[in-house]
């Protein structure tokens, strides 16, 4: 009850700061006189301004108190959406994908490139005790194949969550996958023929087109808001004029733009491949991670007829190694069974048991809450650097929620040779021109937030700034 309790103060105190009741550079009330006018202890009072000066939206000052810092009115403006193509495109894996993530793993380098959850941040004591009661509780240690739809405890688990989203599945409806790009694999191939054009959002994840590649398959770019996700109505023209056959979106806090389409667009969206009788890809795999009060729901929740097929993994929430995906493919249930036996026969065995174990016993929520918090402080602590340290003309987005920023720079600025300069003094990000398959976002890039900010992270996103200064 404290910790919720100093939440609601420091949230109240927040609100006042962003309408600009409480201007930057202002005297907040004092501990004490917080404590009073609140009915709080002075220790919840302390809590409440911690919680804000973490966030980066107060300081205090040496025998002085608290003081308004930053507000998010100080943003940087948003990126425009890009303009519509007019025709599908052929799909190339770019050589830069590869030289961009050649360093992923690589520790000395500050990576803004990877959009993945740092060690700090994944509940790795307990994941250890889960894989330990999975050896303990699986016949033969989890030598033998897992059936064919997956573990039955983590379908039933994954069931019982879909309530957060607006669901009503059951474990029946599951399959699970060695991660999402599995999943999205799996369901794609369910959904299309080489040669078939799909819709993808603009910019879009790159993995989307390495996919559609080895599928052989045309690409439509959908123009996509910054903030509100795909554009409905191109997406409804563009259907029967390019002969769509499948589309692949990440409604929630998508990659790279962090966009989070509404309710009401979704329920739209869902209309139109009914309509047409298509198939929707639904990538929720940040769908957990959300800033708000509320989980948003998914597309899923809307259909009738079992035409999304949604897709989802535990990599971005719990482990990424263990490669624990599942979709929930409607109406293409069998096909994608099918292709799964074809493919790779089963899904790993112990790591299923573990997270099954792990969201069976309630550790998942409460792991949540604290990711989900640190993720918000995080990004608004890039979001106040960038402001600080970047040209004035830079856009940004304002995700409410998942890992990445979409920064959009000065035209004169290539952000590949941004990032080649950027990597020799250890710091990686990654270029906006790899999200699409067309020479757009020249001069756009994505920044992950996941690592939690610190002097290394400040230094490196001032570094990337004066950089930035030196191309203009």
């Given at each position: 009850?404290?910790?919720?309790?100093?939440?609601?103060?420091?949230?109240?105190?927040?609100?006042?700061?962003?309408?600009?009741?409480?201007?930057?550079?202002?005297?907040?009330?004092?501990?004490?006189?917080?404590?009073?006018?609140?009915?709080?202890?002075?220790?919840?009072?302390?809590?409440?301004?911690?919680?804000?000066?973490?966030?980066?939206?107060?300081?205090?000052?040496?025998?002085?108190?608290?003081?308004?810092?930053?507000?998010?009115?100080?943003?940087?403006?948003?990126?425009?959406?890009?303009?519509?193509?007019?025709?599908?495109?052929?799909?190339?894996?770019?050589?830069?994908?590869?030289?961009?993530?050649?360093?992923?793993?690589?520790?000395?380098?500050?990576?803004?490139?990877?959009?993945?959850?740092?060690?700090?941040?994944?509940?790795?004591?307990?994941?250890?005790?889960?894989?330990?009661?999975?050896?303990?509780?699986?016949?033969?240690?989890?030598?033998?194949?897992?059936?064919?739809?997956?573990?039955?405890?983590?379908?039933?688990?994954?069931?019982?969550?879909?309530?957060?989203?607006g669901g009503a599945i059951s474990e029946d409806?599951?399959?699970?996958?060695?991660?999402?790009?599995?999943?999205?694999?799996?369901?794609?191939?369910?959904?299309?023929?080489?040669?078939?054009?799909?819709?993808?959002?603009?910019?879009?994840?790159?993995?989307?087109?390495?996919?559609?590649?080895?599928?052989?398959?045309?690409?439509?770019?959908?123009?996509?808001?910054?903030?509100?996700?795909?554009?409905?109505?191109?997406?409804?023209?563009?259907?029967?004029?390019?002969?769509?056959?499948?589309?692949?979106?990440?409604?929630?806090?998508?990659?790279?733009?962090?966009?989070?389409?509404?309710?009401?667009?979704?329920?739209?969206?869902?209309?139109?491949?009914?309509?047409?009788?298509?198939?929707?890809?639904?990538?929720?795999?940040?769908?957990?991670?959300?800033?708000?009060?509320?989980?948003?729901?998914?597309?899923?929740?809307?259909?009738?007829?079992?035409?999304?097929?949604?897709?989802?993994?535990?990599?971005?929430?719990?482990?990424?190694?263990?490669?624990?995906?599942?979709?929930?493919?409607?109406?293409?249930?069998?096909?994608?069974?099918?292709?799964?036996?074809?493919?790779?026969?089963?899904?790993?065995?112990?790591?299923?048991?573990?997270?099954?174990?792990?969201?069976?016993?309630?550790?998942?929520?409460?792991?949540?809450?604290?990711?989900?918090?640190?993720?918000?402080?995080?990004?608004l602590r890039y979001q106040q650097a960038i402001?600080?340290?970047?040209?004035?003309?830079?856009?940004?987005?304002?995700?409410?929620?998942?890992?990445?920023?979409?920064?959009?720079?000065?035209?004169?600025?290539?952000?590949?040779?941004?990032?080649?300069?950027?990597?020799?003094?250890?710091?990686?990000?990654?270029?906006?021109?790899?999200?699409?398959?067309?020479?757009?976002y020249n001069n756009c890039m994505r920044l992950?937030?996941?690592?939690?900010?610190?002097?290394?992270?400040?230094?490196?996103?001032?570094?990337?700034?004066?950089?930035?200064?030196?191309?203009?």
């Amino acid at each position: 009850m404290a910790e919720h309790l100093y939440i609601q103060v420091a949230e109240r105190i927040e609100q006042l700061i962003e309408k600009e009741v409480i201007k930057i550079g202002a005297k907040l009330p004092s501990v004490r006189t917080l404590s009073k006018e609140n009915g709080i202890s002075i220790s919840t009072a302390f809590q409440a301004y911690y919680h804000l000066e973490n966030k980066g939206l107060i300081e205090p000052r040496p025998k002085s108190g608290y003081y308004v810092k930053f507000s998010s009115k100080r943003l940087l403006d948003v990126p425009k959406p890009c303009k519509p193509m007019k025709k599908a495109s052929e799909v190339s894996t770019s050589e830069m994908i590869v030289e961009v993530f050649h360093n992923m793993t690589s520790e000395d380098i500050v990576r803004f490139s990877v959009a993945a959850p740092p060690d700090i941040l994944l509940p790795g004591a307990k994941l250890t005790k889960a894989m330990m009661h999975a050896m303990r509780t699986t016949p033969n240690a989890g030598a033998n194949y897992e059936s064919l739809q997956g573990n039955h405890n983590l379908r039933l688990q994954i069931a019982r969550q879909s309530i957060n989203w607006g669901g009503a599945i059951s474990e029946d409806d599951i399959i699970i996958t060695s991660g999402c790009m599995d999943a999205l694999t799996l369901c794609l191939s369910a959904t299309t023929q080489p040669g078939d054009v799909i819709a993808l959002e603009s910019p879009a994840y790159c993995g989307a087109f390495q996919l559609a590649e080895s599928l052989g398959l045309k690409v439509l770019e959908i123009p996509t808001h910054p903030k509100h996700g795909v554009d409905i109505e191109y997406l409804d023209k563009a259907i029967p004029k390019f002969k769509i056959k499948a589309c692949i979106f990440v409604p929630n806090f998508n990659n790279p733009l962090g966009a989070q389409m509404p309710d009401e667009n979704k329920k739209a969206l869902v209309d139109i491949i009914n309509k047409y009788d298509i198939a929707l890809i639904e990538d929720d795999i940040y769908g957990d991670l959300y800033f708000g009060k509320h989980r948003p729901i998914n597309c899923k929740s809307f259909d009738k007829n079992g035409n999304v097929l949604l897709c989802n993994s535990f990599s971005k929430s719990i482990a990424p190694g263990y490669r624990v995906g599942w979709t929930v493919p409607g109406k293409y249930y069998d096909k994608v069974l099918r292709l799964k036996l074809n493919h790779s026969i089963a899904t790993a065995t112990l790591p299923q048991a573990a997270i099954g174990y792990f969201l069976e016993n309630g550790r998942y929520e409460h792991h949540l809450r604290n990711m989900r918090k640190a993720l918000h402080t995080q990004c608004l602590r890039y979001q106040q650097a960038i402001y600080e340290y970047f040209p004035e003309d830079t856009c940004i987005t304002r995700p409410a929620g998942g890992f990445v920023l979409w920064a959009e720079l000065n035209p004169a600025v290539n952000t590949f040779e941004l990032y080649e300069a950027a990597l020799k003094r250890k710091i990686s990000l990654a270029p906006g021109r790899i999200f699409s398959l067309q020479d757009r976002y020249n001069n756009c890039m994505r920044l992950s937030f996941g690592q939690p900010f610190n002097k290394r992270i400040n230094d490196s996103l001032k570094t990337l700034g004066k950089l930035i200064q030196q191309s203009l």
